[in-house]
């Protein structure tokens, strides 16, 4: 919100924590509204609301999450329920509701865009990963489809696919509130990713030419050569070399 405001957006922020997204909104003059995208319902007020308020020349979907480490056999169906209605439904309820929105903008002024944050776990298969994986996975399939079925129409459909990020919340949440375990996971890193570098990638995708659609961004910290491949200390030119 705060990268796209910057950029000179009129941006309305849309979360389940309404105190926390009313702050925001009043730090960064965003407009804020209140909904579990989990919920149809809800969804299918919150694109009426959209409607009403004025042309939606791009939808910008991060919400989703993960819940546990358990592997395929020991999964919790319900925990792998939410996973799948928090990262691939609400994707799919939010496009289905957004389209007619952005193609209207796109009539009035030649393009609008969309763009998803999925995850590297949508790439690449790691023990514990499980559920996510499949959820992250079933989601970025969704995107990649999508751009096929818009092709032909002024829309671009960008995949922001970050590695790790050091957030408040989300390994907290996956480990069921412990916090010792959460911030063991990033204990040794040198500089993970923060949220605002994911913002910054989202908001330089929306900043292109029209005519550049940048189909999947993969984003990594330095000290994460690849999912499974993770510096923990500081980083440091190698000496050991010819």
């Known amino acids: 919100m705060r990268a796209l405001r910057a950029q000179g957006w009129e941006v309305v922020g849309v979360a389940r924590r309404e105190e926390r997204l009313a702050a925001l909104a009043a730090e960064t003059g965003a407009s804020a509204i209140a909904c579990d995208l989990t919920d149809a319902d809800a969804v299918a007020a919150l694109i009426e609301e959209l409607d009403r308020s004025g042309p939606v020349h791009a939808l910008v979907q991060v919400a989703g999450g993960a819940r546990g480490t358990d592997s395929v056999e020991g999964g919790s169906a319900e925990d792998w329920q939410w996973m799948f209605d928090a990262n691939v439904l609400s994707t799919q309820r939010l496009v289905a509701g957004m389209l007619p929105l952005l193609r209207k903008a796109a009539t009035a002024d030649g393009h609008a865009d969309t763009i998803f944050v999925t995850s590297t776990a949508a790439q690449i298969a790691y023990p514990g990963g499980a559920g996510y994986n499949a959820a992250k996975a079933g989601q970025s399939m969704l995107v990649k489809v999508l751009r096929q079925e818009l092709n032909g129409e002024p829309i671009r459909v960008v995949e922001v696919a970050p590695g790790m990020v050091h957030t408040e919340e989300f390994t907290l949440n996956r480990l069921g509130g412990d916090s010792v375990a959460a911030e063991a996971v990033y204990s040794g890193v040198d500089e993970p990713l923060l949220a605002e570098d994911v913002a910054d990638v989202i908001a330089y995708a929306l900043s292109t030419p029209r005519r550049v659609n940048l189909d999947q961004i993969t984003m990594r910290p ?21």
Do not use: E, I
Request: no cysteine; net charge neutral.
């Open 222 to 242: 330095v000290a994460q050569s690849a999912q499974h491949l993770l510096a923990r200390g500081p980083l440091h030119v190698r000496t050991d070399v010819d």
